[in-house]
């Protein structure tokens, strides 16, 4: 069974919910293409690291969310970070250092962050759509957010679409 990224609900609102990350690694690809060719174009560096293309040439399980942060200018401007959550027992000390010199590796601190769930295909105009309601009913909530929404996939493409979970996600203040 894949590792899902540890969280815990702080506070379930209608339209989303508030969650406490703990500290996490990322490994992190920039890629410059439309929303689903840059998912599907980080992918490979990603899965690569992961099979062994690091420093250590060490295996490392793979877990999700997988996800994808629009780069500049927002989703619009064609660039994007597409990531892989490291495992919980990895920190960024044990993190192998990538072979790929279009590959990081990124500590995260631990933070509230505001999700919105949703099932069904994940394209752009369905993360847009769903990014925009988690924006205006955080705010209506009273949060302030830190940073731009994100995007995240739980599930394999060949996973029918009413079952997979995508998320719209924000950092917020506490």
């Known amino acids: 069974m894949t590792e899902i990224q540890p969280y815990e609900v702080e ?24 929303f689903f060719k840059a998912g599907n174009m980080g992918f ?46 990895m920190d960024a000390a044990s993190a192998p250092a990538p072979s790929d010199p279009k590959v990081r590796t990124l ?23 769903n990014a925009h309601t988690l924006l205006q009913k955080v ?8 940073d731009d929404p994100w995007f995240a996939r739980y599930d394999p493409p060949w996973m029918p679409g009413f079952l997979r979970r995508n998320e719209a996600l924000v950092r917020v203040q506490g």
């Open 11 to 34: 506070q379930r609102y209608p339209d989303f919910e508030v969650r406490r990350y703990p500290a996490h690694v990322l490994v992190q690809v920039d890629v410059d293409a439309d």
């Open 44 to 89: 490979r560096p990603l899965i690569n690291y992961i099979s062994g293309n690091n420093a250590d040439q060490s295996k490392i399980a793979m877990t999700s969310p997988v996800t994808q942060h629009p780069g500049d200018g927002g989703v619009e401007a064609g660039s994007h970070t597409v990531s892989f959550v490291m495992p919980a027992d």
């Open 107 to 129: 500590a995260v601190p631990a933070g509230l962050v505001a999700a919105r769930r949703f099932s069904g295909g994940a394209d752009e105009s369905r993360f847009a759509e």
């Open 139 to 146: 705010a209506a909530s009273g949060f302030e957010t830190i």
